[in-house]
């Protein structure tokens, strides 16, 4: 969003040319900032689609929806890089909560991940709802997002698979070291993940039993996830 953003700035000019333009829907008189850290510069901002079609002053052109932003902000969507909307989104795909105060984009996977899930993993996950039911019905974090992707949510999405989560599928609850082949299978639940579309591996080590993972174990989740060019990222209080 961000590049798309910026980018739209140097089409600007192009709306002052020729016959007026006509778009979508145009902001009109807002501040606007785009996500690069500049000061926020008076304009207009015209959409055509889903695109940010020009920026600047459009006094000239026409939309079918025309927005007064005067005294506003006007800006890409915000990240949320610590969301934890994977059951909201499942029981109101429209995310009202945080579109309302301009998040388009959810983040998860802070230690735990929504996928990949044994059978124990997802019994818990049940036994944990609260008001909202619904059914488990995927394993991997791929398939999870899938799901939401076929349900229709207003933000995008993207996650981390959770080093807690790698580390409850193949050595549960238990505070000891994962052995050899444990280590490596989670080592391919996260290459799997990464394939899936994961953007790394996220931690958050002051909870058990994040916190019976050694440096070496982490070490090895990342390694695996840097193959695919992966992140890490910590909770760590």
């Known amino acids: ?3 798309r953003f910026v980018a739209a700035l140097g089409v600007t000019l192009l709306a002052g040319c020729g016959s007026p333009h006509s778009y979508d829907a145009i902001i009109r008189g807002g501040t606007v900032y785009d996500g690069t850290g500049a000061p926020g510069v008076v304009a207009d901002v015209a959409i055509a689609g889903d695109r940010i079609a020009a920026i600047g002053d459009l006094k000239d052109a026409r939309a079918d929806k025309v927005i007064d932003a005067s ?62 039911k619904y059914d488990i019905e995927w394993t991997t974090l791929g398939e999870y997002l899938d799901y939401l992707e076929r349900k229709g949510v207003s933000p995008n999405v993207a996650s981390f698979i959770g080093a807690t989560s790698a580390r409850i599928h193949e050595v549960g609850f238990d505070n000891r070291a994962a052995d050899a082949e444990e280590l490596a299978r989670m080592q391919d639940l996260v290459r799997d993940a990464m394939k899936e579309g994961a953007m790394g591996v996220g931690s958050s080590l002051i909870y058990a039993p994040a916190n019976f993972a ?4 982490l070490t090895a989740l990342v ?9 890490y990222i910590s909770h760590i209080r």
């Open 223 to 231: 390694a695996a996830a840097a193959e695919y060019d992966g992140m």
């Open 1 to 3: 969003m961000r590049l």
């Open 71 to 132: 005294g506003k902000a006007v800006s890409p969507g915000f990240i949320n890089m610590l969301s934890w909307a994977v059951d909201d989104l499942i029981a109101d795909g429209r995310s009202l909560g945080d579109i309302s105060q301009g998040v388009t984009l959810e983040v998860f996977g802070e230690g735990m991940s929504w996928g990949p899930l044994n059978d124990d993993m997802k019994k818990g996950l049940k036994e944990r709802q609260g008001d909202f």
């Open 214 to 217: 050694s440096t070496e174990e």
